[in-house]
Nanobody, 119 residues
């Protein structure tokens, strides 16, 4: 099994910043490592959507709504992925989930961390 744990959510005013962290662990991770990692979010009443993705080689993809404001990065040595969120807007309010994919195509999700942007 793969354990995925997010941290770093919270409440912030519009224009503020937050940094989310996610760490993957487990026997499978130790054996085969992690391939793709990504951040997703789900706002109340809406479907879960991809926010930012990063491959094992460091290639990144962003949702149009966060381009230029969010930055995804990873540390392969400790199987971690981060999401730096700047210039936050109320519409960024959601539960943010981390997803990891092993080279063997095993997909695992974290439980999510709440991000609230409000004045």
């Amino acid at each position: 099994q793969v354990q995925v744990v997010e941290s770093g959510g919270g409440s912030v005013q519009p224009g503020g910043s937050l940094r989310l962290s996610c760490a993957a662990s487990g026997t499978i991770v130790t054996m085969v490592g992690i391939a793709d990692m990504g951040w997703y979010r789900q706002a109340p009443g809406k479907q879960r959507e991809a926010v930012a993705l990063i491959t094992s080689g460091g290639s990144t993809t962003y949702a149009d709504s966060v381009k230029g404001r969010f930055t995804i990065s990873r540390e392969n040595a400790n199987n971690s992925v981060y999401l730096q969120m700047n210039s936050l807007k109320p519409e960024d309010t959601a539960i943010y989930y981390c997803k990891v994919l092993t080279p063997t195509r095993l997909q695992s999700w974290g439980r999510g961390t709440q991000v609230t942007v409000s004045s």
